[in-house]
């Protein structure tokens, strides 16, 4: 137990796909709201449980509350003073996480077929890349997302939430990836036998490099270079 | 069944009475078993079909834990790990939770409420074979390798005929839709039995709490089930016949079907939720030893909660593209509902706080509902943020949230329940040996299966995957998951053990072990087919009739009904709100019908999943003659008048009344199906303004004349219908009313299969063509249904059943038309209207 324990702590937040262990600005900022969301549950579930235990445990405990008080303060009060502000906290942070217009410093369009991710660049001479997607760090990037066949879903958890890839839509995502290096992303909605191989996979380069870096990286794999249809 | 009589009651009155209403209430031996329509055998039949459906589902829920406990496993090809979870899921929600749930309100309800069985036994009867031979065509499925395979929501267009050509969707979509004739059929019974079949004097706010959770649960699945039913068969047309509901290349959307889906799926977790929460609130009283608290508070706070469920369904689709204003009114409401359930918990705190709790097996199990609906509730806030839902949508964290809500919902106070109504249902009670363990290995056994699941989601694993490479930090976390699911099994295997031993070796209890205050343990236990050898009066309540002196007189037949007479099955009708006795009402006796029904339905299922689209027609056309042929023997033959029901009271017969229960439920069915037109519109509309590759390249020009001529063609009917009865109230035959009527609704069909045929661009090419289609189709179909109306009218005119005083038939029958009429003016509107809409408006 005492070694499960200690797994848990070295192991807890980390891994290639954790939201948790945000390499974003976007995902840092869910992943605070997350540990305020948790911090704020354990404090409920702690109250609703003691009060069961305290009811069983000592009969009469409770009784000196009036029945009324018991449901307006527990069924009204309690979850008033929670949700207002936690709905505005998310209010605000989903709004600071929008594409809003003219901000975004390249836009690339990805697009989700069976069982594969098609990337393209419009602002980089229109290449394209194959289940490999080309990023500059620190600049924020708005992802034009479709979906070819069914509906897929495009998400690098590290750096942001995730948006449909609907046949007949397009969906606009910002992402922002703080560091270079490499990241992964994948596909979270079903989308039939492939479902679960169809990842791909994130290279963050130096803003300055990254024109002469994804030009290189077109040019030495054929295969992302044609288009498929 | 002599020895369920009550031994201190064994006098002669009581013993003759059983016996003369156990004749007449009473159900065959052998194969007449299957022409059962009593509610007690058929709640249990719905309760233990829905277990073995609940042992289908855990053991694929237990190969899909195999199959992820390690990474790059090959126990399953993803093919048939697909088919798993998608029945997985699907068998849990459809043939488990709901069932289960309409079990238990068809055992009980009556029970409850005072009465000795539900408005239309038929009706029971006829739901719960659907739901039998619809679920065994879902889950017979895998056995030949065809089972559905698209996840239980069946997301368009992968679940569309291009990217799942085979028969698997058609048997979800069919299977499906089959199962939820028996929730409809549920929940309209319900709705009826409640408002109108209960013990004299139990005003609506003297009515046990367990009835208006079932009451609220009942009108909740009116409104929910039909957008998933429409959903289905647009699909299932699309699939079939190729008409484009929701294929993006030609003008429909996939998110139509997203829409529908969980304008169904949202509220349906409350249609689970509420019936157990009307358990635990009738239970949870029992065991503190005092009255529940906050009987008006828990009222007001479920009709708000049945409300507001229907406005949250798009927090399922926080990812979909929606604008992000709109996304906040959703999670602004999604958050809402927290309030309602709130205050039912703190309700139940309350209730515990100020009685004195007694600590037995069926509390073990409200505190593990406490436990475990308290995790599951504060996710499901989470969850409805919507940065937060961006990241968690569809992984493991969500999956682990609605585990945490349907086991705390459904699944700890359902056997808080079974452990406190069994003794009940088997006179017999529990072994705590076993139950105790058992509860505790459920209990670790979930725990340590789901809530590591948070983890893993938020450490990026997504539903659906059946394999991992095993880098990415999950290892630990899944094998642990599925060492959980493996003790949690084992845990539910003990439960069953423990509750067999109770069936064979409990220690036998004649009458309530609880010291209960409801009218269920008012009558001797098991209980008998009639339930009460005669009917209290309720002169307190809500919750306090105090059984404990009432079943001894019952028994003996003091109160209302304590008699035999004409080898009736009677109940009493009463005012809706008051409760004061209004009718008496006769009801249908066992017959095959509902089976041969059920099966003639499923005939045209298999038909219709091997494409032989005329065999299916042919056997729909058989469902149909059955229904009419049903309506012959329905009522009394002859006029009688107020009769005695006992206390010196007399009313009159249901046949002989206007507000009797088939009314109701034709409102009701009506209401359903107002809501099954409206998602239809709300499909039509929304194609226009949101799909793709709208508008089509060529437009019709609407034959207005055409449209007009339909619509006089309605209204001559419903004039007619009008007639018809007049002539009937007044004596007469009515029968030149009934040609009338007759002739206006055949004009009808056949100019708007003219209509049809002239719509461009063609039903198939595009989604313009394809919901005019279908909402001409809904008209047609409307005045098809009419014509089987008035086909029965005609046939039970001359059977004798009716007469100036039985004049239910031409009542109903002019309702439909009416509703026949407005839906048809609506509907050629709109598809008169759609193409200059489309034209000058744009999209």
């Known amino acids: ?229 | 069944m002599s020895a369920s009589v009550d031994q201190s009651a064994q006098g002669s009155p009581a013993l003759q009475l059983h016996r003369q209403l156990a004749a007449i209430w009473g159900t065959g031996p052998g194969l007449q078993r299957l022409a059962a329509v009593n509610h007690s055998i058929i709640g249990r039949r719905f309760m233990a079909t829905a277990f073995v459906f609940f042992a289908i589902g855990g053991v694929l829920g237990m190969l899909t834990r195999v199959q992820l406990a390690t990474p790059t496993a090959d126990f399953m090809t993803p093919g048939t790990y697909n088919q798993v979870f998608t029945l997985h899921g699907s068998v849990m929600l459809f043939l488990f939770a709901i069932p289960l749930v309409e079990g238990m309100g068809v055992y009980l309800t009556p029970k409850i409420l005072g009465a000795r069985d539900l408005a239309f036994p038929r009706l029971t009867a006829f739901g719960y074979w659907c739901y039998l031979f619809g679920g065994s065509i879902l889950t017979g499925a895998l056995l030949f390798g065809v089972a559905p395979d698209g996840g239980w929501f069946m997301y368009t267009p992968l679940s569309s005929n291009v990217y799942t050509p085979g028969v698997n969707a058609d048997v979800w979509l069919l299977g499906v839709t089959f199962v939820e004739i028996s929730a409809l059929a549920f929940a309209v019974e319900i709705i009826v039995s409640i408002l109108k079949i209960r013990a004299p004097g139990m005003s609506l706010d003297r009515m046990p709490i367990f009835g208006w959770y079932m009451l609220i649960t009942a009108l909740m699945m009116v409104a929910a089930f039909p957008p998933l039913i429409l959903g289905s068969i647009l699909l299932e047309v699309e699939r079939a016949f190729h008409l484009p509901f929701f294929d993006p290349t030609r003008g429909g959307d996939a998110l139509l079907w997203q829409h529908l889906f969980w304008l169904f799926g949202h509220p349906d977790v409350y249609i689970i939720f509420l019936p157990m929460a009307g358990a635990l609130s009738t239970i949870i009283p029992v065991l503190a030893g005092g009255p529940l608290v906050g009987y008006r508070a828990i009222v007001v706070a479920i009709i708000a909660l049945a409300f507001v469920s229907f406005g949250i369904w798009v927090h399922h689709m926080f990812t979909v593209g929606i604008p992000h204003l709109a996304l906040a009114f959703f999670s602004a409401s999604s958050a809402i509902v927290a309030v309602p359930t709130a205050v039912q918990v703190f309700a139940w705190l309350a209730t515990l706080a100020h009685g004195r709790p007694r600590w037995n097996v069926p509390m073990l199990y409200v505190f593990g509902f406490f436990f475990i609906f308290a995790l599951g509730g504060l996710t499901g806030v989470m969850l409805a943020m919507v940065p937060f839902d961006w990241q968690a949508h569809n992984t493991y964290f969500v999956v682990a949230h609605m585990h945490y809500v349907v086991a705390g919902a459904l699944a700890f106070p359902m056997l808080a329940a079974l452990y406190y109504w069994l003794p009940l249902l088997t006179g017999r009670m529990a072994i705590h040996q076993l139950s105790v363990p058992a509860f505790w290995l459920v209990f670790v056994g979930f725990n340590l299966t789901f809530f590591l699941m948070h983890l893993t989601g938020l450490r990026g694993m997504p539903r659906r995957i059946y394999t991992y490479t095993g880098e990415e930090g999950w290892n630990w976390l899944n094998l642990l998951s599925s060492v959980g699911g493996f003790i949690m099994t084992i845990g539910f295997a003990l439960v069953v053990i423990d509750l067999l031993a109770q069936l064979r070796y409990g220690r036998r209890v004649r009458r309530d072990p609880w010291k209960a205050e409801t009218l269920e343990w008012a009558m001797p236990i098991p209980p008998a087919p009639y339930n009460f050898a005669s009917i209290p009066h309720v002169e307190i309540g809500p919750d306090r009739p105090a059984p404990d002196g009432l079943a001894p007189s019952l028994a003996r037949g003091e109160g209302y009904l304590g008699f035999a007479r004409n080898g009736w099955q009677e109940t009493l009708g009463v005012h809706m709100t008051s409760g004061a006795p209004e009718q008496l009402i006769v009801l249908s006796r066992s017959t095959y019908l509902p089976l041969y029904t059920a099966l003639a339905i499923a005939v045209a299922v298999l038909a219709m999943l091997f494409h032989f689209y005329l065999p299916a027609l042919a056997a729909a056309l058989v469902v149909a003659g059955l229904f009419v042929l049903a309506g012959q023997s329905a009522g009394l033959s002859r006029d009688y008048g107020p009769l005695p029901v006992g206390q010196g009271v007399s009313v009159p017969p249901h046949t002989e009344l206007a507000g009797s229960p088939p009314w109701w439920a034709l409102v009701f069915t009506l209401i359903a199906d107002g809501t099954l037109f409206a998602s239809l519109l709300f499909g039509t509309l929304y194609l226009w303004i949101s799909a793709p590759n709208w508008p089509p390249p060529q437009t019709f020009t609407p034959d207005l004349g055409l449209a007009f001529a339909t619509v006089v063609a309605l209204l001559v009917a419903a004039a007619a219908a009008r007639g018809s009865q007049r002539s009937i109230s007044a004596g007469g035959t009515a029968r030149g009313w009934i040609g009338l009527a007759a002739l206006g609704l055949v004009v009808a069909i056949a100019v708007v299969v003219g209509l049809i045929g002239d719509i461009v661009p063609r039903p198939t090419e595009h989604a313009l063509g394809a919901t005019a289609a279908a909402l001409l189709a809904y008209v047609a179909f409307h005045a098809g249904i009419g014509l089987l109306f008035l086909l029965s009218n005609l046939l039970r005119l001359r059977g004798g059943f009716l007469s100036s005083r039985r004049s239910m038939d031409p009542h109903l029958t002019r309702l439909w038309l009416d509703y026949t009429v407005v839906t048809g003016v609506i509907a050629l509107g709109l598809v008169s209207a759609l193409p200059a809409l489309v034209r000058s408006l744009g999209t």
Request: aromatic share 8%; charged share 15%; proline share 6%.
């Open chain 1, 1 to 229: 137990m005492i070694q499960l324990g200690s797994t848990v702590a070295l192991t807890g937040c980390g891994g290639p796909l954790s939201t948790l262990s945000a390499a974003g600005p976007a995902a840092d900022a869910i992943a605070t709201l997350w540990w305020v969301m948790l911090g704020g549950s354990a404090a409920i579930f702690a109250l609703v449980l003691g009060l069961f235990a305290l009811v069983i445990l000592r009969p009469g405990w409770g009784s000196s509350v009036s029945p009324a008080r018991w449901i307006v303060l527990g069924g009204l009060v309690l979850p008033g003073m929670v949700l207002t502000p936690l709905v505005a906290y998310a209010l605000i942070t989903g709004e600071r996480l929008l594409p809003l217009a003219g901000i975004a410093r390249q836009r690339i369009e990805a697009e989700g077929r069976q069982w594969s991710w098609t990337f393209r660049y419009p602002g980089e001479g229109g290449v394209q890349t194959v289940n490999v997607l080309h990023l500059p760090a620190g600049v924020s990037v708005d992802m034009a997302v479709s979906g070819f066949d069914v509906i897929h879903s495009f998400w690098i958890p590290r750096f942001a939430g995730k948006i449909d890839a609907v046949p007949g839509h397009v969906n606009v995502l910002r992402i922002q990836a703080d560091e270079p290096g490499r990241y992964e992303g994948q596909c979270s909605e079903f989308c039939g036998i492939g479902h679960a191989l169809m990842r791909f996979a994130v290279i963050v380069h130096p803003a300055k490099d990254f024109s002469a870096a994804l030009a290189q990286a077109a040019a030495s794999s054929p295969a992302s270079t044609k288009a498929k249809e």
